[in-house]
């Protein structure tokens, strides 16, 4: 009869437990508590991580003193949908949209969402993808730190959308 009380004050006890984890806000002290690290493909240095381009295109020789990226990659104007890309935690896709042959917008279709610390910190993380892509004019963003698979799985479903709408 012992083991029978023990046994439910345990099933009790994590039974709120769980509750509670599930309804329990992430502890980030802040958002600059996601960190940008640079990914393999992209230069640790920030003043030349702003003007990489993608394989295809070329690199402008002259420096640019607006700090924003010049690509020579061009786009013709419409809105392109990537592939659906596996973020562990959920499926990320993306529309890149295209106006006079630039990126002027990248929208989230659809992200990890299903965890309110997915929630949380794909809310914080995906405005700087968007940010650094059109800044970038290509899918070279610098991985994120705290929402790598996010970061990796937008690269994926961004470069399938900008390859929709090369020239």
Same mark, same amino acid.
């Given at each position: ?5 023990? !046994?439910? &004050? ?12 599930? %309804? ?38 002259? $420096?640019?003193? $607006? ?5 020579? &990659?061009?786009?013709?104007?419409? +809105? ?34 299903? %965890? ?16 650094? +892509?059109?800044? $970038? ?13 996010? +970061?990796? &799985? ?7 959308? !900008?390859?929709? &709408? %090369?020239?």
């Amino acid at each position: 009869m012992k083991r029978f009380f023990i !046994l439910i &004050a345990v099933l009790i006890v994590f039974f709120i437990y769980s509750i509670g984890i599930r %309804h329990q806000r992430p502890r980030l002290a802040k958002p600059t508590a996601l960190i940008k690290q640079s990914s393999p493909s992209t230069p640790t240095n920030s003043s030349t991580a702003n003007s990489s381009t993608s394989g295809s295109s070329t690199t402008n020789s002259g $420096s640019n003193t $607006s700090g924003n990226s010049v690509s020579n &990659a061009s786009y013709k104007d419409g +809105a392109y949908t990537g592939s659906v890309a596996d973020a562990y935690y959920g499926q990320v896709q993306v529309q890149a949209v295209i106006t006079n042959g630039k990126i002027s917008n990248v929208k989230f279709l659809s992200y990890p969402n299903s %965890h309110s610390t997915s929630v949380y910190i794909n809310q914080q993380a995906m405005p700087y993808l968007k940010q650094e +892509a059109i800044q $970038s004019q290509n899918a070279n963003v610098q991985i994120i730190s705290g929402a790598t698979f996010t +970061a990796e &799985a937008f690269i994926q479903s961004l470069t399938n959308a !900008l390859s929709k &709408a %090369h020239a």
